[in-house]
């Protein structure tokens, strides 16, 4: 079954400080990984797209990993700023099927100062 | 380009009341969604439109039903509300072929239904 798991469920940061947050799939045949962004009251915004050949792909403070043998992949933010509050939400893609969208529940995380 | 607009952005029924949810994109994509976001829960398909013309069942379509209206607009109706579906709602679009295939999100219907 595609599954797209995130962990955690929420996190609390000081600003400034780093985060990492987790993303594990069973999707089959494997496409893409994307991390979208989502402030409160707002529609989720791509924030960065991991192809099966890449590894690492920065966007500014937010750097996405990918390892395509284990499944996994995170999303890290560096020196975190109270705009970084929001949810986090991992979708994965599968080569086949008419809806090959795979939605994780994401990741909220509170910047406090 | 406006992207994915819907309307309303609030709605307030009472059980067994009808709506339609509108929504409309001028980026030319062919496939356009709709789901729906429940704490906890993420965002989950109700339907989506591969392309013009067609429609399809998503992981919760009870209670609902769709329109493609033409290619730009893709219209989401609850025919007899209930409190199980309130929610927020958010319409998608996205292009089809290519490598990103990113979806484009709407700023979200919130509807509560009493």
């Known amino acids: 079954k595609n599954q797209v798991e995130q962990s955690p469920q929420s996190l609390i940061i000081l600003e400034g400080k780093n985060c990492t947050l987790q993303?594990?799939?069973?999707?089959?045949?494997?496409?893409?990984l994307r991390w979208y962004k989502q402030d409160t009251g707002r529609g989720p915004v791509s924030l960065t797209i991991?192809?099966?050949?890449?590894n690492t792909k920065s966007n500014g403070r937010y750097t996405a990993t990918l390892d395509a043998d284990t499944k996994q992949s995170s999303l890290h933010i560096t020196a975190s700023q109270l705009s970084d509050s929001a949810s986090y939400i991992c979708?994965?893609?599968?080569?086949?099927?008419?809806?090959?969208?795979?939605f994780g529940t994401g990741t909220r995380l509170t910047v406090i100062p | 380009n406006a992207g994915v607009t819907q309307t309303p952005k609030f709605q307030v029924l009472k059980t067994g009341q009808s709506m339609t949810l509108q929504c409309a994109q001028d980026?030319?994509?062919?496939?356009m969604y709709w789901y729906r976001q429940d704490p906890g829960m993420g965002l989950r398909l109700i339907y989506y439109?591969?392309?013009?013309?067609?429609?399809d069942k998503g992981e919760v379509p009870n209670g609902y039903n769709v329109s493609r209206l033409n290619k730009r607009e893709f219209s989401l109706r609850l025919e007899s509300a209930a409190p199980s579906q309130t929610s927020v709602y958010f319409c998608?679009?996205?292009?089809?072929?290519?490598?990103?295939?990113?979806?484009?999100f709407g700023p979200g219907t919130r509807l509560t239904v009493l």
């Open positions: 998608a679009s996205r292009p089809v072929g290519g490598a990103s295939n990113e979806q484009f």
């Open positions: 993303c594990n799939y069973t999707v089959s045949p494997f496409s893409n």
């Open positions: 991991m192809t099966f050949s890449e």
């Open positions: 979708v994965v893609s599968a080569k086949t099927g008419a809806n090959n969208l795979f």
């Open positions: 980026m030319n994509h062919n496939s």
């Open positions: 439109s591969a392309s013009e013309g067609t429609t």
